[in-house]
């Protein structure tokens, strides 16, 4: 909907969910969910990939998990500067990655992979969003595009405009 308003050049002073239940309360516009489809998607924001069903979902949490792990290892290896490496990158406290990941999740630094895979999917996957959300939050680090949060997404309601509406403007 916000498409087809960006479209027309029109702009609302509201909110869009306020302006649609508006106009559904009016009797301008009916919605409907159609029955098969699922109340709610399950998306990886990585790569907008729907990570539905028993089999899917869980192994979508973990590959997550495992690629956030393997950047925060990554950054917070401590590389001789003899062999390549350019040392730890730390933060203006002192902290590497895993260190303000763990403080901002609350957790200790080397227990940061055992909470991340504990527990029954969804709540590995809300924990996932957590780390995700403090590397982002971050004043030092950056996220890189090889993880990302994987999030529930209501279904959509399809929006008609009701037969008044179209009988009464000839639509």
Not at 103 to 129: F, T
Not at 142 to 153: A, G, L, M
Request: glycine share 8%; hydrophobic share 35%.
């Amino acid at each position: 909907m916000s498409n087809l308003l960006e479209e027309l050049g029109i702009e609302l002073d509201c909110n869009l969910d306020v302006a649609v239940g508006n106009l559904e309360e009016f009797g301008a516009l009916g919605g409907f969910r159609p029955e098969d489809n699922p109340d709610w998607y399950t998306i990886r924001q990585r790569d907008g990939e729907f990570v539905m069903g028993e089999e899917d979902f869980p192994k979508a949490v973990d590959e997550e998990i495992k690629r956030a792990l393997c950047h925060i290892n990554s950054m917070s290896a401590r590389i001789a500067i003899a062999d390549g490496g350019e040392g730890v990158k730390l933060n203006d406290d002192g902290k590497t990655l895993r260190e303000e990941v763990a403080e901002e999740v609350d957790v200790d630094a080397d227990e940061l992979a055992s909470y991340l895979q504990d527990g029954g999917a969804n709540e590995r996957r809300g924990k996932l969003d957590e780390v995700v959300e403090a590397v982002e939050d971050s004043d030092t680090f950056e996220r890189p595009d090889s993880y990302d949060k994987i999030e529930w997404v209501p279904s959509a309601t399809r929006h008609h405009l009701t037969k008044q509406v179209v009988a009464r403007y000839g639509l």
